[in-house]
């Protein structure tokens, strides 16, 4: 609870600071709120809150609230050049971004289906406006639209759901609706459809297959600064909420999803990574890759609790974000693979963190994303043992894709371009490298 | 300790040094890292476990003879391609010269490991450096090419994280002691799977003979540095995991089935490799063919399980190491000076270049393994062994004698002593020389004493089974 009001307070802080011009102010006081959110995380019991009769609002573990705050403070660092280049909305950009982790920290481990849908709405409508916050561009506001309307969507029918298992069990606390589910009352229509729309949601939320046709057009129309946020923070806080909510509230049912849920894992990593295969635009393959990783995520569902989720979305949030800020160096305004070509030659550290983010991606040890899908397949295989083969016969093809553009980055260019990076950029590449290999000693 | 991490400090030192010295580095770091393991081994009692532990929780080491032995041939190998290279462009690249030290550092890893999910990480360590060696540096018109090796590879490789998975997850045991004590009989046909899942990613790696169409491209397109590199250590990675783990883990039922399939595409592979070798016309993709036919030999015989031929093939590992670093040696110095290693191109080098002519003949000879060469021994009893298992598969093994001489011969004769087409031709650098002398004294030395190998190693490999 601390860590929200935190967060909210230096939201504030930081847009007048923003209004008043000042983007190095503005980013430095979100920084140094987003820090604060994370210790006030960690310390979290250790000392004495004024809020703490409000802590059972919010039971998000720690650990997820302090990778939360890493990944958006090495968002908002990625992205800083580009704020502040749009002077006029330096506050706003980090503001809304702000408020959104608010939502997602209040959605991530939820107890009660209410707060969650509150927080998955300040998480989701922040994000409607920072993709269309580039007023001038059509494709912004293409993609805005769109995301506004098929996000609303998914909120209806997230609620659908829940007003359904509301009315099957009678409350919205999730260790109560899972206690009347216990007594046989899940095989009931209404249980079983409410579950199902709240999957359904789920899904769309964190752009899985069949929900995942939002996710190349808002990716390709979103800029590269909130593209980092976009494509991170709200997978990790949906990943958690769906493992949370279905873990807990239907695990007598499970025998009924898992079948579901595999064929959305199978689906969303074979079209994801073969997708991606064929794609000219960086954000759009960002996107496809994003949607298999969604569905590597879901293998956390398998095995609720021995799954070892925390350092896959770590690995793939740090990941992405390297990616994308290598993206915004050559493609700030384009956004082309094209542009790629010969990229890790510009910098020594350009080319250090791609290869490390691309293996990591790819699922090549000793890298971060080997040790998080790794043990996502270990908790999983007792349970999904088919599934976890296709989803290695996708990853092959996964790992291709990665090579692909790392192929293309790496080509030596008959001009080598050097291409200075500014601190923030080289302090995002080195922590996310460092992090990328300092993983092999947290397994 | 030192002995697995010095190559990969060396190798984050090699990004921060000057390109025009990098050459020396390698050098000096891949000497450092043989004098360093050689005064190790003379401190190591054979019949000792040397364990280390970086407080690591999957990933622990322990070196036995066996390790030592890899470790041994993994230094030695790495100071010989960078000695052999030494008057080459490509060890003027600092990136080069890092990468190849990291991948010494994976393969110290995969010969020391002592958990078999640590097995699995340096098998995929090494190749991150092979693919970027290969992708700088090789000749590759299109990457179709190198992303095929790659399919193939992590295919392979897939398949054994799944057994990987499969046997942590039933044995409840990730230590190598340990799955040596499981009881894997009672899983019946699993195991059978299990084990399946490991051969698929060795039978590339080996290659084996339909799992070997990467080979031949790789091997031609690749760096001299980078042939050398993947022949006569990357391979050797499938070759050790059948040795040490898979087959005395999986010793019953699952080795049982798969014996004769793994024996029949070895033959196969050594048919197969040399009629193909016959017909080439490009060295490289000769030698390449011919590796194919050796290896599949070694293969075929470890499938045996027989405690004597193990200590052979340890023996005959290292030999091809020898011939392999030789002959690709000899394949990069003709492309190198000539621009070409199309065989109707070359005649009559011998004549200008009387040092590599005599140099290049004692290889030639060494892969014929003809007596007084380790080959001779190692060939010899890997046949004599698969002649006790049944006569026709002896018989077919053997074809590797003859058919070897056919196309080793040619691949000599040709260029070295055909029409004269060649009219000027350096002869050998000092450092090529000096490979050439060590390669050739090696063999010879091990030709005539091949027990100051199989002693050494006969303390790991004759462990009580159960």
Redesign the interface.
Known sequence: MDSIVILFISGLVGLFAGMQKKPLLSIIIGSIGLIGAGLAAYFKGSYISPLSSYEAYVPTQGLIVILLCTVTLLAILGGYKRYAADNEHTGDYLALILFSLCGAILMAQPNDLMLFFIGLEILSIPIYVLVGIEKGSSRSAEAAVKYFFTGSFASAIILFGIALLYGATGSFQLIEIQSNLAIGIWQSPMAIIGSLFLLAGFTFKIGAVPFHFWGPDVYDGASNAVLMYMATVVKIAGIYALVNVFGQVFRDSYGFWIDLVSLIIVLSMFYGYITAWKQISFRRLIAYSSIANAGLMIFALADTHNSNLFLFVAAYAFATIALVVINSIVNDDTDSLVNWEGIAWRH?LIGIAL?ISL?SLAG???FAG?FGK?SL??AA??HVPYT??LA??A??IG??VY??LM?SA?K?PSVVVRSPLSLEQSLVLSLTSIAAIGA??F? | MALILLPLVFGMIAWFIPGNISRIFGLIASTVALAWSIIAVSYFEPNEHLLVDFGLRFVRFSVDSLGFTMILLTNAVFFLVFLSNFNTSIVHEKRFTALALLMQFGLLGLFTTNTILGFYIFWELTLLPIFLILYWFGAFDKPRALLQFFLYTLVGSLAMLLSVIGLMHLTNQQTYDALLAADLQSLGNTSILLMGGFLLAFAVKIPLFPFHTWQAETYTKAPTAGTMLLSAIMLKMALFGLLKWVLPIFDGNATDFWRWPVITLGLVGIIYGAVIAIRQQNLKTLFAYASLSHLGLIAAALMLQNGDTNLISVVQIVNHSIVSIGLFLAAGIIENRLGTQQLDQLGGIAKVAPHFGFWFAVLTFVSLSVPFTAGFIGEFFLIKALFNAHTFTGILASTTLVLGAVYMLKAYQVPMFGPTKVNSFQDLHWSELTVFAILSIAAIYLGLAPHCITDFVAHSLTQPTH
């Open positions: 020594p290869v293996f090549i040890p000793p080997f790794f397949l270990w295989v007792p976890a083969i290695l016969i990853s092959v790992a291709f090579l692909r192929m790496l030596k092999l000693y397994i």
